[in-house]
């Protein structure tokens, strides 16, 4: 509990110091799991219906996906670079999602952990607001360094997924869904917390925690993660 509260604490401050230098319109920090997919997400400006749109339609054309950004040497995405300008009118994403919602710029910072992206910030801009200025990104890649080292103790490190004990390689049967939901139980969030997430149902969810435990052989939540992680 004690961490969680320096985390939340540490994650404030964090924010903080990017509206004051940066100035986003919305600010998100997110988790990237070892798969690259994204979880645990914080909003600070944004609308709730704007990110359950993007989780249920355009998350997976994101051209500043985590899956899209492993191989980026840089740590400080910008929309013009991943989407130049040229571009935006074959676009889906900007078309039907950037657009409508009258965003004018994203930028993405991502936090590596021993080189693997283990978190990253996205911040928008909105009209009437300018996009954001080569002095912004100058701003970001200075705090960039700077949010890891502040943060690197609220994520740690992204534990493997591995089969209990006990049986046969039961995890490696695990759907996708049904591993993105084990991930977030174990970093403590609620059904409630999952179903936002993943823009799930929270009866979605409890259907997918049972079929788990049936599949491990475990009880608890407590026991699920102790039968995939620990």
């Excluded at 990110?51 to 054309?61: I, P, S």
């Excluded at 705090?143 to 995890?171: C, D, F, K, R, Y």
Aim: glycine share 6%; net charge positive; hydrophobic share 45%.
């Amino acid at each position: 509990m004690q961490r969680d509260t320096q985390g939340n604490a540490a994650l404030q401050t964090a924010v903080a110091t990017i509206e004051g230098l940066v100035r986003p319109g919305a600010t998100v920090f997110y988790r990237i799991g070892a798969d690259h997919a994204p979880s645990g997400f914080e909003l600070f400006g944004l609308a709730e219906a704007m990110h359950r749109t993007w989780l249920q339609r355009y998350c997976v054309l994101d051209p500043m996906h985590p899956s899209r950004c492993v191989q980026q040497r840089g740590n400080v995405l910008t929309l013009d670079g991943e989407l130049p300008e040229a571009l935006r009118d074959a676009s889906v994403y900007w078309l039907r999602f950037l657009r409508p919602y009258r965003v004018v710029d994203v930028m993405e910072v991502l936090l590596r952990e021993q080189g693997r992206l283990a978190a990253a910030f996205s911040l928008l801009r909105f009209a009437p607001d300018p996009p954001f200025s080569a002095c912004d990104i100058e701003r970001a890649n200075v705090l960039q360094p700077l949010l890891e080292v502040a943060l690197a103790a609220t994520w740690g490190s992204e534990p493997a997924m591995h089969a209990p004990q006990h049986g046969t390689n039961v995890a490696s049967r695990l759907t996708h869904r049904e591993e993105q939901i084990a991930r977030l139980v174990r970093n403590g969030l609620s059904n409630k917390a999952i179903a936002r997430d993943l823009d799930l149902s929270q009866p979605t969810v409890k259907t997918h925690l049972l079929r788990m435990f049936r599949k491990l052989g475990v009880s608890s939540r407590t026991e699920l993660v102790g039968a995939l992680f620990l």
